[in-house]
């Protein structure tokens, strides 16, 4: 096949997409880099609009007034839409009726039913943002809703694979890219069977992209960021950070899985199996190298550090004093996956078990209610967890200097510990 006919799959997130200006650039970007050629684009939720939707709902929810912040979502997206000369338009007033009417149902839903409710508020944001973003470019606007087809695990949709993929392929015929306009879609969104929304876990829209490129076999998915790449650790808390050029999908998927939070975790895979190459390239400088992520061998990497926060450290012992074991364990991880509570670092003890998990305070009190009568359950939070990958001496030292360490554990690679949140800058 030529070249130019390979589909590209492009993914802008928040800040690509927070203002006038930023959808500009992304338009240069799309003109200089991505066509002619087919193309997808995934856009995120317009800068903060994600969280400004979950204080939203919070708010309806418990019955608080909410009118002067849903006022504020709605006058942001039409200045942005006026600052981009886009006529004042019926499909964002819809969109925003349908907004204002998922709120009034959020006061009466259910605890029970709170995390479905929030797909269907939550969602709005990349509605919204590709409805801007596809009339700026004159794109084609393109629900996936129907076409990402997920179980109903709200707030963390399972992709149902088959579905999907029979879905896009019939939707986006790999002729109409070739002919017709760039398709914008949102990502982090899905839809069930029974056509209710979904949402894919907080930052997803990364996923999206890899889900299309995977299902449409692109040629390459670009995520545009506000970095230079793929970073060695986040410039925003870490000093002298190092672009790594090309990186394998393993040390990618890894770094993910420690929570580096360049790319979301579930991104690499379907890209790996299909071989389709990751490229992470700076929006603000569209023409530096970026980093490639695919298939390739490479050297010793410079160590990696990734930092956790508002971490959770819970230790269990049995109350007899009997030592840890197998039945037990088997208890404690069953709870974890049934409240979905995700384990970040364990280690045990003869007599305790202790793991490192995000502090999410529902989750755990549901844990201990499961839990207390077989154990005596304690824990700590407001701590961090950092993971030093690829670790080294001076590395190991520049990160633990000075701070009290309330677990470790260390393998080959990878060194992690756990301590106090000293909320400071490294440096
Ligand atoms: N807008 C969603 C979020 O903020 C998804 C994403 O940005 O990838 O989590
Ligand atoms: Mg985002």
Redesign the pocket.
Known sequence: MHESAQLKVYKF??ASVKDAAAIRNLGRIVAEHGRPGPLVIVV??MGK??NALEALLQLAHAGQPYAAELAELRDFHANVAAELDLPADELLDELLAGLQTQLTAAATVSEADLDRHYDQVVSF??LLATHIVAAFLRARWLDCRPLIRTDETWREGRLDWVATEAALRAALPLEDLVQGPPVVTQ??VGGTASGLTTTLG?????FTAAILAYCLEAESVTIWKDVAGLLNADPKIFADTVRYPEISYQETIEMAYYGASVI?PKTIKPLAVRGIPLLVKSFLDPTAEGTRIHDCRHGLLVPAFIRKTDQCLVSFESKELDFISEENLEVIFGVLAQVRLKIRLMQNSAISFSVCTDFLPARLEQLLARLRDQFTIHYNTGLELYTIKNYDAPSLQRLTAGRELLLEQRTRQTFQFVCRGAGEMEG
């Open positions: 997130g928040g995120s939720a609009t994600t944001g990349e990502g982090f907080r930052e997803g829209s990364d979301h």
